[in-house]
């Protein structure tokens, strides 16, 4: 965990009070690090050179967002979003018995070339790094909150919209990973993104996306307002708050070039059965903080942060009363091979 140690003290707290929009330009240079967390920076290296990319944020209530054309993530990016994203690969890691479901354990241990999609703060992929030294890991995400100085060799990452392109040849990466861009897609935006990861990926190789939904089971009317609103916050951006349910019938079993297609669905326990149900909850409680500038546009009376907080610990109490689960949908497939004539 050493790396991801030296990501926490690289990624230095700068909180901007006003709610303002700034633009930093972002060039892929060698040798050059600037941290991107601070407003006035201007440089990030990254793990090739390219061509330049414009990151642009704005501030609101307090939070650091992207304010990217064309990229619909609306959580934050700031450094309280990235620790909890740290913190949320280690309960997704236990709830799910590891870091992946494909059956490519032997494979990793002698070297293969792996993607994981809208990566963040890269938490899967510096311990994939870690775990598995021979194997290459390359990370791409919209918004650079990935470590770009202390990281394993073996690790990459690349400034990218899955949306729209990625920088890879065809039939590249022997697996390719991705996971919770509920947040983070379009339907087009959706559709384009798996034709993408799918067109990377080897014949034969493995594909694996795992996603939440908002049908959420045994939910109490506190805790379903709150869905309820960001629901419409994602529909309002032609976003999917049901992805979980309809990735597998309708984008991924609708795709020709996948075989083998399983889902694995579990239901994550929100502050119930034991410590990893109240981690679990916390680790939502926290998204919900960052998400409050979208909550009160369909619930004006939470608009008081005190009386929205308070609200959450309503809706903690609730969910250990309602019994609360989040379902989780992890499927994974393989590419077909190239047929030969």
């Known amino acids: 965990m050493g790396f991801l140690s030296a990501i926490r003290l690289w990624l230095i707290k700068n909180k901007d009070p ?15 690090t600037t941290d991107p967390q601070s407003p006035a920076s201007s440089t990030l290296s990254t793990s090739s050179p390219s061509s330049g990319y414009t990151v642009s944020h704005k501030f609101e209530g307090g939070r650091r967002f992207q304010d990217i054309e064309n990229v619909a ?43 994981d999609s809208g990566c963040g703060p890269a938490t899967w992929s510096l311990e994939m790094a870690e775990m598995y030294p021979n194997s290459t890991f390359y990370g791409i995400d919209a918004y650079p909150v990935f470590p770009t100085g202390v990281k394993p060799q073996n690790c990459h990452f690349e400034l990218a ?75 309002d ?24 297609l399983k889902l694995k669905k579990k239901f994550f326990p929100m502050n119930h059965h034991g410590k990893l149900g109240e981690l679990f909850w916390d680790d939502l409680r926290r998204g919900f903080e960052g998400m409050h500038t979208w909550v009160i546009k369909e619930c004006p009376d939470l608009q008081d942060r005190e009386v929205y907080l308070r609200y959450l610990d309503e809706c903690a109490t609730e969910c250990t009363e309602y019994q609360t689960d989040i379902p989780w949908y992890c499927y994974y497939g393989r590419k077909k091979a190239e047929l030969v004539n």
């Open 18 to 32: 006003n709610n303002k929009r700034i633009t930093t330009r972002v060039k892929k240079m060698e040798g050059a």
């Open 237 to 260: 951006k032609t976003m999917i708050p049901l992805i979980g349910g309809e990735l597998g019938p309708n984008f991924l079993e609708k795709n020709d070039q996948l075989e083998d």
């Open 161 to 235: 919209n899955v949306s729209e392109s990625l920088p890879y040849p065809d039939n590249y990466f022997d697996f390719v990973h991705q996971r919770l861009l509920v947040f983070g897609l379009t339907r087009a935006g959706w559709e384009n993104a798996i034709s993408e990861l799918i067109r990377v990926l080897k014949p034969g190789g493995y594909l694996e996306i795992s996603e939440c939904d908002f049908d959420f089971a045994r939910s109490g009317p506190k805790y379903k307002r709150i869905m309820d609103s960001l629901g419409t916050a994602l529909r």
């Open 73 to 115: 993530y609306f959580l934050p990016n700031d450094n309280e979003e990235v620790d909890r994203l740290h913190q949320q690969h280690w309960i997704i890691k236990a709830m799910m018995g590891g870091n992946y479901q494909v059956p490519i354990e032997s494979k990793l241990q002698e070297g293969i070339t792996v993607l």
